[in-house]
């Protein structure tokens, strides 16, 4: 620098430099989430019964309640010993306790990422008894003229991401043309 070199000028440094900002960039991108109430990021699977019908999915949310005692056991990281004290402070709270929930009605689903607004599809979740083993996946029909999921940026089902959505402030705005 001192000897006149100029940095700037130089095309493996410059590469060098592209390449880090644009890691940067990345990174950043992928922490940025914007956390929404009433949605979710799941993996898409196929109907390979034929139960759902077109423009229909399900969807089965299973999480684990947020209890103190969860909690005691995933910051002591299951150390029985530092636990004990505090769970018998703690009553009736199982650690195994779930929540689950079937989503029924207007569901906004995009494939993740969404490159293109005609990605965003109104779909109808339903509630299918034989889908009830299902937790956390997003169950898309396996009838119709052309799979749901590849309307969506030509997604298929062999570990795709997709982001659900029931949040009423958005499902209410969105119509299906």
């Not at 922490?31 to 077109?54: F, K, M, T, Y």
């Amino acid at each position: 620098m001192l000897t006149g070199y100029e940095l700037h000028k130089d095309p493996i440094m410059s590469s060098i430099l592209y390449t880090m900002q644009l890691s940067q960039t990345l990174a950043i991108k992928k922490r940025a989430r914007i956390s929404l109430e009433d949605s979710c990021v799941l993996i898409g699977v196929v109907d390979d019964q034929g139960i759902l019908a077109p423009n229909e999915i399900f969807v089965q949310i299973r999480k684990e309640k947020n209890t103190a005692k969860t909690n005691a056991r995933k910051s002591f990281k299951g150390n029985v010993k530092n636990v004990a004290w505090w769970e018998e402070l703690i009553e009736e709270e199982d650690a195994n306790q779930v929540e689950q929930k079937i989503i029924e009605g207007k569901l906004i689903v995009s494939r993740n990422p969404c490159t293109h607004p005609g990605d965003i599809r109104l779909l109808k979740g339903v509630n299918k008894p034989e889908f009830h083993h299902l937790n956390n996946v997003v169950v898309f029909p396996s009838t119709g003229d052309r799979p749901l999921c590849n309307m969506m940026s030509g997604g298929d089902l062999d570990g795709d991401v997709y982001f659900v959505t029931w949040n009423k402030v958005i499902t209410d705005h969105i119509t299906e043309d």
